[in-house]
């Protein structure tokens, strides 16, 4: 927390899973960020590319004996997320962009992280800008609009661009990058400010006693989530440490 950046408007900015890791951030300190840009959040996995409910919950029964194995069975999201030719292909090109199957644990964390955010939608008060895809088959876009609909935030927008898909930022052509950013930065200068101290305290003193998420396992920012029965597998199964 240099001097120089404590008078500066803190915001957050995630694209697709940091969307997701984004909000937790918020729900685990409400008053510290000043606002949020969401670029295809990961609230829900779209079910175009997700397994069928069966085969995870035959995955999440050996999860903790094989959690490293690559056997989830997922679709090309390279492929799905980068519209124009030629990035798609330096993206594949790319070496440390990690392109195998995720593995099992990683897979089953990340659905579990997505389903959280999507129940959770309506304790979200930041200030945010949320922008996807109308043509996006990673993410769905619905579920940001139920972000824009359910959150708590008094301040919120959506962006929401047809024909355009989950890779916003760098998938698509050029004038539809330059749109976004565009998009961005004019949500950021518009809030944006300098911040006193006693502005900073007397926003701190707003915080709830206690965060939203729990921080069992040695600090871990876990969420823990309600029961669900339509996935039996996942149910109570909320507190086991990732293996990447």
Request: proline share 7%; net charge positive; aromatic share 6%.
């Amino acid at each position: 927390d240099l001097e120089e950046y404590r008078s500066k408007s803190r915001f957050l900015y995630g694209e697709s899973m940091g969307g997701a890791v984004a909000l937790l951030l918020h729900r685990k300190d409400p008053t510290f960020w000043d606002g949020a840009v969401l670029v295809a959040p990961m609230c829900k996995i779209s079910e175009k590319v997700k397994p069928h409910p069966l085969v995870i919950t035959a995955l999440t029964q050996v999860e903790d004996i094989i959690p490293r194995w690559k056997i989830v069975p997922t679709k090309d999201v390279i492929d799905a997320a980068f519209k124009d030719p030629d990035k798609r292909e330096k993206i594949r090109k790319n070496k440390l962009i990690y392109q195998d199957k995720p593995r099992l644990k990683t897979a089953l964390e990340m659905l579990r992280t997505s389903m959280y955010v999507e129940d959770s939608l309506s304790k979200v008060k930041l200030p945010f800008l949320v922008l996807h895809g109308e043509a996006d088959t990673v993410t769905d876009p619905e579920v940001s609009r139920a972000l824009y609909e359910h959150a708590a935030s008094t301040d919120k927008a959506i962006k929401l661009y047809p024909g355009m898909w989950h890779g916003l930022t760098a998938g698509e052509p050029d004038e539809n990058v330059e749109a976004v950013f565009s998009d961005i930065i004019a949500w950021l200068n518009a809030r944006r400010r300098v911040w006193t101290p006693e502005e900073r305290l007397t926003k701190m003193l707003a915080a709830p006693k206690k965060p939203d998420i729990d921080e069992k396992d040695h600090g871990s920012t876990r969420p823990r989530r309600r029961r669900r029965g339509f996935l039996c597998g996942l149910t109570g199964r909320t507190h086991h440490h990732s293996e990447m």
